[in-house]
Protein backbone atom coordinates (compact mmCIF):
# COMPACT_ATOMS: atom_id res chain seq x y z
CA UNK A 1 0.00 0.00 0.00
CA UNK A 2 1.00 3.53 -0.45
CA UNK A 3 0.03 6.14 1.28
CA UNK A 4 -0.33 10.26 -0.07
CA UNK A 5 -0.51 13.47 2.13
CA UNK A 6 -1.43 16.60 -0.08
CA UNK A 7 -0.83 19.90 1.14
CA UNK A 8 -0.44 23.48 0.04
CA UNK A 9 -4.18 24.16 -1.01
CA UNK A 10 -6.07 27.16 -0.30
CA UNK A 11 -7.28 30.31 -1.56
CA UNK A 12 -5.70 32.50 -3.43
CA UNK A 13 -6.72 35.72 -6.14
CA UNK A 14 -6.40 35.45 -9.72
CA UNK A 15 -2.77 35.92 -10.96
CA UNK A 16 -0.98 34.77 -7.96
CA UNK A 17 0.44 31.41 -6.71
CA UNK A 18 0.21 28.12 -5.27
CA UNK A 19 2.56 25.29 -4.43
CA UNK A 20 0.86 21.77 -4.00
CA UNK A 21 2.88 18.74 -2.51
CA UNK A 22 2.21 14.91 -2.11
CA UNK A 23 4.42 12.84 -0.07
CA UNK A 24 4.32 9.41 -0.48
CA UNK A 25 5.18 6.62 2.04
CA UNK A 26 4.30 2.48 2.88
CA UNK A 27 5.35 1.04 0.12
CA UNK A 28 7.20 3.60 -2.25
CA UNK A 29 9.76 1.35 -3.88
CA UNK A 30 9.31 1.20 -7.65
CA UNK A 31 7.00 4.57 -8.07
CA UNK A 32 6.63 4.75 -11.67
CA UNK A 33 4.80 8.28 -12.42
CA UNK A 34 3.45 10.76 -10.39
CA UNK A 35 0.58 13.23 -10.83
CA UNK A 36 -1.63 15.82 -9.96
CA UNK A 37 -5.81 15.68 -11.03
CA UNK A 38 -8.42 17.75 -10.78
CA UNK A 39 -12.10 18.35 -9.84
CA UNK A 40 -13.94 21.10 -10.47
CA UNK A 41 -18.31 20.68 -8.97
CA UNK A 42 -20.12 19.13 -11.72
CA UNK A 43 -17.30 18.15 -13.84
CA UNK A 44 -14.84 14.83 -14.24
CA UNK A 45 -11.32 14.70 -12.68
CA UNK A 46 -9.55 15.53 -15.28
CA UNK A 47 -5.45 15.54 -15.49
CA UNK A 48 -3.73 18.44 -14.37
CA UNK A 49 0.43 17.38 -14.91
CA UNK A 50 2.32 13.69 -14.72
CA UNK A 51 5.91 13.22 -14.30
CA UNK A 52 7.14 9.47 -14.98
CA UNK A 53 10.40 8.13 -12.89
CA UNK A 54 13.02 9.56 -15.41
CA UNK A 55 11.75 13.11 -15.65
CA UNK A 56 9.50 12.99 -18.35
CA UNK A 57 6.43 15.05 -17.96
CA UNK A 58 3.22 15.77 -19.76
CA UNK A 59 0.22 18.34 -18.68
CA UNK A 60 -3.11 19.84 -19.93
CA UNK A 61 -2.90 22.38 -22.63
CA UNK A 62 -4.98 24.30 -20.24
CA UNK A 63 -2.43 24.78 -17.73
CA UNK A 64 0.61 24.49 -20.24
CA UNK A 65 3.05 27.97 -19.18
CA UNK A 66 1.46 28.36 -15.80
CA UNK A 67 2.12 25.39 -14.09
CA UNK A 68 5.39 23.35 -13.29
CA UNK A 69 5.07 19.37 -11.80
CA UNK A 70 8.50 18.05 -10.28
CA UNK A 71 9.51 15.27 -8.27
CA UNK A 72 12.05 14.62 -5.51
CA UNK A 73 12.97 10.81 -5.54
CA UNK A 74 14.63 11.17 -2.64
CA UNK A 75 11.63 12.59 -0.58
CA UNK A 76 9.10 10.58 -2.46
CA UNK A 77 7.43 13.72 -2.85
CA UNK A 78 5.80 15.28 -6.30
CA UNK A 79 5.20 19.20 -6.35
CA UNK A 80 3.29 21.29 -8.56
CA UNK A 81 3.71 24.62 -8.83
CA UNK A 82 0.97 26.42 -10.21
CA UNK A 83 1.51 30.33 -11.06
CA UNK A 84 -0.64 33.03 -12.48
CA UNK A 85 -3.89 31.19 -11.24
CA UNK A 86 -7.27 31.41 -13.12
CA UNK A 87 -10.88 31.52 -11.31
CA UNK A 88 -11.29 28.21 -13.78
CA UNK A 89 -8.54 26.24 -11.92
CA UNK A 90 -10.18 26.22 -8.50
CA UNK A 91 -11.10 22.40 -8.06
CA UNK A 92 -10.35 19.81 -6.24
CA UNK A 93 -6.56 18.63 -6.65
CA UNK A 94 -5.80 14.87 -5.99
CA UNK A 95 -2.48 13.33 -6.26
CA UNK A 96 -1.90 10.27 -7.83
CA UNK A 97 1.24 7.71 -7.85
CA UNK A 98 1.20 4.67 -10.52
CA UNK A 99 3.24 1.49 -8.92
CA UNK A 100 3.27 -1.95 -10.34
CA UNK A 101 0.25 -0.91 -12.75
CA UNK A 102 -1.93 -0.21 -9.40
CA UNK A 103 -3.37 3.73 -8.99
CA UNK A 104 -2.93 5.25 -5.74
CA UNK A 105 -4.86 8.60 -5.02
CA UNK A 106 -4.71 11.37 -2.22
CA UNK A 107 -7.93 12.50 -0.66
CA UNK A 108 -7.14 16.12 -1.79
CA UNK A 109 -6.75 19.39 -1.37
CA UNK A 110 -9.04 22.49 -2.51
CA UNK A 111 -7.53 25.13 -4.46
CA UNK A 112 -9.91 28.49 -4.64
CA UNK A 113 -8.97 31.22 -7.18
CA UNK A 114 -11.16 34.53 -6.53
CA UNK A 115 -11.55 37.39 -8.45
Known sequence: QVQLVESGGGLVQ??????LSCAASGSISSINAMGWYRQAPGKLRELVARIT??????????VKGRFIISRDNA???VYL???SLKPEDTAVYY???ERWGL???GRGTQVTVSL
Open 81 to 83: QMN
Open 53 to 62: SRGSTNYADS
Open 75 to 77: KNT
Open 95 to 97: CKV
Open 103 to 105: QYW
Open 14 to 19: AGGSLR
